[in-house]
């Protein structure tokens, strides 16, 4: 190797014919999954190093060996092609791990026909797996040039040669971990994390410590590999990072697996994890011809029984040779990966968070080498790209599916997804029509693909019986998200049964994990009745939202809409909210490079205004930090972000991103409907100051008419001065989901504490009070958190003497039926015992039985006490 500081030659480590890499016929070579590079096809049976280095890694079987090189270049000879099945057979090392050769000396000798006979090809790749900041010369040598042994065969250039200099290679950073997730390390996080290694440039590898499988190290760059480990909660965990950025990438990755993930749609909370749901379910005494399942999404429902068995695409068996067979499939491959990206762009801009985090999931996961190379052993043994492809995911489905953890069979219906859709791209036939099946009716599956329940959806299913699947999978958040009912995890016995049943009207009861595929005419009618009540009540809700919600004794609370951006606004004007109690704007800066101008941001607040039809709209401004985070804002690690700079604190860091929001939203036309408000405020100075930058601007741009400018309530010291906020704000809106947890000192995002951070705690109630007495006389209050639209924390909270609410927007119409039933003066009366009481459980207690027994007494409620529950 000539090693001048500009360049690095490597030789040809064997005489040869020159194949270009992307006309290596193995995939994962020619995508170039592994790095660039040049392959021979070798003349000789001595494979010699390409250049001067330290010998990395020699594979047990001889066939590869890694060489890095002083500078950190890593170089990967890979001696012909599914050579590992030869297990070493003609093949001697002539060199060992921590060797140092120069260029030009033996690595290893060949036996050309013992491997000819025993591998697919003798083409040897040559392969820069770490190019540590430098950078590939187009390769002058032309498919089919015969080299000779030593003479120049690539050219490298030191791109960024000065800085590797000095660190040979990069540095390499190590960190111990126990993993933090709930779900274990799936294919999210796992695709995360691959995110993670490019962004830094770093390559990463995950140790999992204590295992003592030899499988129990995986790079990064597969999400099968990290899958493989079977990395559940708990797990003892190193991370290896070696490039410039290795510090930074391991304190993302940490960050990544040491945050318990919030789960968008949160699983009912009865079922705590799939086995012991299960155990559960089937402990009870099921009665003659139940099934048990695992809640997915809770709900009741009604219909046929119809087993939904949709065919997969046909493809050819027998392929026309590798050759032709290996681009065919990357092309496939590389046309679902820009569907996928392109689901997952549209999905991000209509707020749909939990379809494209799976798009992205699943995208991820196609590039997985893993996967592409067992596709390859099969193009090699004559397979078709289509049927190569489905058999590959069929070994690795069965793989996870035997592997016995609940996680990772959670995790075969992404796979059969993939399946479904590559072969769909590689099929001559005309796309097969979804199996038909009436609206209403019951779908029995083995799976269901995450595509799959999209597609059915939109045909209005009653409800989803699987034999499959688990409560994290992505059907099971897909089918929360949509309200339908759906029990998983319930073995073969569910296809067994409907050969036995007739399936006319059986009972899905999503709410005990039972289907009752023969129910007797009683059970059904009883069931009807309840669901038909429940539609009626809906109904009637619906019917009714366009009104106002006026509590028994005469009260008018205004019930508003939580939203993500103009999209939604559309939801929340339709579902009949009385305006937008929360407008959360950070969700128009996420998913970017970088934040959005003056003139996106206007576009977007101006559209959610035109939406509400001049009903106010209260837009927050940013709230960033600890849980939420930009990829563009990098913000120091503290050890306690969410006690750190967020929310209203940042603009003494980042005054720019508030004077930009500030500019579009008072560049708005409608200006008497919009109210801004800020997050996080813990007194009343950080309101002044943004008054006054707000009055600075609206003067400069000779503005008459101002926006209402309020504050949120989150923190206990802006509950317990809320009288002096209440001074400088137009009005207060309480975010009861950060209040209860800086109330409680209970992480919002911690699991283990989900069940008790609860917002019927008497102290977060006290702190609701002392903010609505703060603010009395001077400013409304409203609450925008998630309790406003819980069914028994939204009567008290009224009663608290909340002006407000704000609340999904698809539950506008039920909470507003259920304030018409209430007399607040009278549960304000319980207010005094209801404080006094030990600790959110009992609240809950007191209430639901105060409620239920208002609702069943509707006209003497006023006379109801606690002592009489
Ligand atoms: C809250 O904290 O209650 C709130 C509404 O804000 P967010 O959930 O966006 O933090
Ligand atoms: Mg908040």
Same mark, same amino acid.
């Given at each position: ?12 480590? %064997? ?79 002539? *060199? ?63 791109? *960024? ?33 691959? =995110? ?98 695992? %809640? ?11 087993? +939904? ?96 953890? =609940? ?14 859709? %590559? ?208 990829? +563009? ?81 989150? %923190? ?55 903010? *609505? ?97």
């Amino acid at each position: 190797m000539s090693d001048s500081s500009q360049t690095l030659t490597l030789l040809a480590p %064997v005489a040869g014919v020159v194949v270009p890499l992307s006309a290596v016929p193995d995939p994962v070579f020619a995508g170039q999954a592994l790095g660039e590079g040049i392959a021979l096809d070798p003349l000789g049976e001595c494979l010699h190093a390409p250049c001067d280095g330290e010998v990395v890694q020699c594979a047990r079987t001889h066939h590869a060996l890694t060489l890095k090189t002083a500078a950190g270049v890593e170089l990967l000879l890979h001696l012909g092609l599914d050579t590992v099945e030869l297990q070493g057979q003609g093949i001697e090392p002539l *060199v060992a791990v921590g060797d140092r050769v120069r260029a030009g000396d033996p690595l290893c000798r060949f036996d050309a026909d013992a491997l000819a006979r025993g591998a697919s090809a003798l083409i040897t790749p040559l392969v820069i797996t770490e190019a540590a900041g430098w950078r590939l010369r187009e390769p002058s040598l032309a498919a089919g040039v015969r080299v000779a042994l030593g003479e120049p065969l690539l050219v490298l250039e030191a791109a *960024v040669a000065e800085c590797h200099k000095t660190v040979a290679g990069g540095p390499e950073a190590e960190r111990r971990l126990t993993l933090a997730l709930a779900a274990g390390l799936h294919a999210r996080p796992a695709a995360r994390l691959r =995110a993670i290694a490019r962004e830094h440039g770093v390559s990463l590898t995950l140790d999992h410590e204590g295992a003592d499988s030899p499988s129990a190290s995986a790079s990064a760059d597969s999400l099968s590999a990290l899958m493989n480990l079977g990395l559940t909660e708990g797990a003892a965990l190193r991370l290896t990072a070696r490039g410039e950025h290795a510090e930074a990438a391991l304190d993302d990755a940490e960050a990544l697996l040491t945050t318990p993930e919030a789960e968008p749609h949160p699983a009912p909370k009865p079922q705590a994890t799939p086995n012991e749901a299960l155990g559960e379910a089937l402990g009870e005494v099921l009665e003659e011809g139940e099934l048990a399942g695992l %809640v997915a999404s809770p709900g009741l429902a009604l219909g046929p029984l119809v087993h +939904y068995r949709p065919p997969l695409p046909t493809v050819s068996h027998d392929g026309e040779g590798e050759v032709v067979e290996a681009p065919r499939l990357t092309q496939a491959l590389a046309r679902v990966g820009e569907a996928l990206a392109r689901d997952e762009a549209e999905a991000t801009r209509s707020g749909q968070t939990a379809e494209a985090e799976i798009f992205a999931a699943h995208g991820a996961w196609l590039a997985d080498p893993d996967l592409v190379a067992a596709a390859g052993e099969r193009l090699r043994a004559g397979r078709g790209a289509g049927q190569a492809w489905r058999e590959a995911l069929d070994a690795e489905a069965e793989r996870l599916e035997a592997t016995g953890n =609940a996680l990772l069979a959670a995790r075969v219906a992404d796979l059969r997804d993939l399946q479904r859709r %590559v072969m769909a791209e590689l099929s001559d036939a005309a796309e097969a029509a979804l199996p038909e099946f009436p609206e209403g009716a019951l779908l029995v599956a083995e799976e269901l693909t995450p595509s799959e329940l999209v597609a059915v959806a939109a045909r209005r299913p009653a409800g989803l019986c699987l034999a499959g699947g688990g409560t994290t999978s992505h059907v099971a958040i897909l089918a929360r998200a949509r309200g339908i009912p759906c029990l998983v995890a319930m073995g073969p016995a569910l296809l067994a049964a409907l050969d036995d049943v007739p399936s006319e009207a059986a009972i899905l009861d999503a709410e005990r994990g039972r289907l009752v595929p023969a129910p007797s005419e009683a059970r059904v009618a009883e069931v009807a009745a309840r669901i038909a009540a429940r539609r009626r009540e809906a109904e009637a809700a619906r019917a009714a939202a366009f009104e106002p919600a006026i509590t028994r004794d005469g009260r008018e609370v205004e019930v508003c809409a939580n939203i993500g951006g103009a999209e939604e606004a559309r939801l929340a004007a339709e579902a009949g909210a009385d305006g937008v109690g929360l407008l959360r704007s950070e969700f128009l800066f996420l998913e970017r490079d970088s934040a959005p101008d003056e003139a996106t941001q206007r576009g977007e607040y101006q559209a959610a205004l035109a939406a509400l039809g001049g009903k106010p709209v209260i837009i927050r401004t940013l709230d960033i930090g600890a849980d939420k985070q930009l990829p +563009y804002l990098r913000l120091p690690a503290v050890p306690n972000p969410a006690l750190g700079v967020r929310g209203a604190r940042l603009w003494a860091s980042h005054p720019e991103l508030l004077e930009t929001q500030l500019r579009a939203l008072l560049g708005v036309t409608r200006l008497d409907a919009l109210h801004i408000m800020l997050p996080m405020v813990s007194e009343a100075g950080e309101l002044r100051q943004v008054r006054q930058r707000l009055e600075a601007i609206a003067s400069e741009m000779g503005l008459e008419v101002r926006p209402r400018l309020g504050a949120m309530i989150e %923190v206990p010291s802006a509950a317990l001065c809320a009288a002096s906020l209440a001074a400088e704000a137009d009005f207060l809106s309480i975010g009861t989901n950060d209040l209860t947890q800086y109330t409680l000192a209970m992480d919002r995002e911690d699991p283990a504490l989900t069940a008790r951070a609860d917002v019927l705690h008497p102290a977060v109630l006290w702190l609701i009070q002392a903010t *609505v007495e703060g603010a009395k006389g001077r400013c409304p209050v409203g609450v925008c958190g998630a309790a406003a639209g819980d069914d028994l924390a939204a009567p008290l909270l009224v009663a608290l003497g909340v002006d407000e609410l704000s609340v999904e927007p698809a539950r506008v119409p039920a909470v507003k039926a259920a304030l018409r039933r209430l007399d607040a003066a009278a549960l304000a009366a319980e207010l005094p015992e209801l404080l006094a009481l030990d600790d959110a459980a009992a609240v809950r207690e007191r209430l639901t039985a105060w409620l239920a027994r208002a609702d069943a007494t509707p006209d003497t409620t006023t006379t109801t006490t606690l002592e009489r529950c």
